[in-house]
């Protein structure tokens, strides 16, 4: 797919969530109805759904199927990702959970902790492994995106072990600015200032 | 405060964790250790820093303590913002056990649910209450905010009543988007968004 802007992904994604949950019962959908509940702009709405080349009816909007086909394609969610969980806490246990990842193509493969209470245990259906077998895991099945989900005061030391084993991709929910080599991909889920942004709208 | 950008919110914020985690063993630290870390400009670091008033020496750069403080102040942590989380499962427990909402003034005062086996435990130090309590908590102590992590299909039916019982801002952690008065402020927290947006740098 050729490269979009993280904001149109943003508001791709929220579509998607509308016609997935919000409107499952109606049959079509106008750029009108989708504006107006994430308050923007109908025309920049219609600009983003002929990215993903569905074009409406005059009279009756968008086909909901066809459009939620048309961004999962756009958004490759047809395209398995694989990632490993590390730290299976409440955290990593409720992405684990999340229903909605194997809709997204993201496939939990395992969870890692150094807690013995916890190895050997599931969580959402996946084993909970020693984080000492990530190396020989890596090497044998190639997995490339990790979850970091460990305590703050753990995230550096579990991060350099981890791009030691060959990961690529960390989708960071810790507090924790990481060091890693340029090769690697931190996105860091900074989750207070959606908070902190929430209550700027004041 | 005087409002500014969520851009600005966001880096501040990642500011913030790099002095209190990566860089708590130093006393000072430069405009280009920061943009380095946070792959930033380190003319716009700058920018953002002299926003909370600190100003760089030239040699030895801003001092940690005084920076962290600015921008503490600038983002209102000392502020404190009193909320009740909304669904105890997993994603409840880990937020309410999240160490570092305190430091952000983020004060969770219980959670609910309406799940008998929950009621009446605690998650993190807090009480879970049944969610028909809520109304005449609200009425008691005045508290605006929402956490909302129930699950997507109680989602909605969980909002309209929290409105009503005069809820004003909902952090939303189910991919469902809420149908809401206008008077009434909703932050979308779009997790699956932020793993495609990782993937499209690639």
């Given at each position: 797919?050729?490269?979009?802007?993280?904001?149109?992904?943003n508001?791709?994604?929220?579509?998607?969530?509308?016609?997935?949950?919000?409107f499952?019962?109606?049959r079509?959908?106008s750029?009108f109805?989708?504006?107006e509940l994430l308050d923007?702009?109908?025309s920049?709405?219609?600009?983003?759904i002929?990215l993903?080349g569905v074009?409406?009816?005059k009279k009756g909007g968008y086909?909901?199927?066809?459009?939620q086909q048309?961004i999962?394609q756009?958004?490759?969610?047809?395209?398995?990702?694989?990632v490993?969980?590390?730290?299976?806490?409440n955290l990593?246990?409720?992405?684990?959970?999340?229903?909605?990842?194997?809709d997204?193509g993201?496939?939990?493969?395992a969870l890692?902790d150094?807690?013995s209470?916890?190895?050997?245990?599931?969580?959402?259906?996946?084993k909970?492994l020693a984080?000492?077998?990530?190396?020989?895991?890596i090497?044998?099945?190639s997995?490339?995106?990790?979850i970091l989900?460990?305590?703050?005061?753990?995230?550096q030391e579990?991060?350099d072990?981890?791009?030691?084993c060959?990961?690529?991709?960390?989708?960071n929910?810790t507090?924790?600015?990481?060091?890693?080599?340029k090769?690697?991909?931190?996105?860091n889920?900074n989750?207070v200032?959606s908070f902190l942004?929430?209550h700027n709208?004041?």
């Open positions: 797919m050729p490269a979009i802007s993280n904001k149109i992904i508001r791709l994604t929220l579509y998607h969530c509308l016609l997935k949950y919000t499952k019962e109606q079509s959908i750029s109805e989708i504006a923007l702009d109908d920049l709405v219609r600009k983003d002929a993903c074009l409406g009816r086909p909901i199927n066809e459009l048309a999962e756009k958004l490759g969610f047809a395209e398995r990702k694989e490993f969980i590390i730290g299976a806490g990593g246990t409720a992405l684990v959970n999340y229903a909605d990842f194997k997204y993201i496939d939990v493969l890692f150094n807690d209470a916890k190895i050997g245990q599931e969580a959402g259906g996946k909970i984080l000492d077998k990530l190396q020989n895991l090497a044998k099945i997995i490339k995106n990790i989900t460990v305590p703050p005061q753990a995230a579990v991060t072990y981890a791009v030691k060959g990961v690529q991709f960390i989708w929910f507090p924790v600015i990481l060091k890693t080599p090769a690697v991909t931190v996105y889920e989750i200032s942004q929430m709208f004041i």
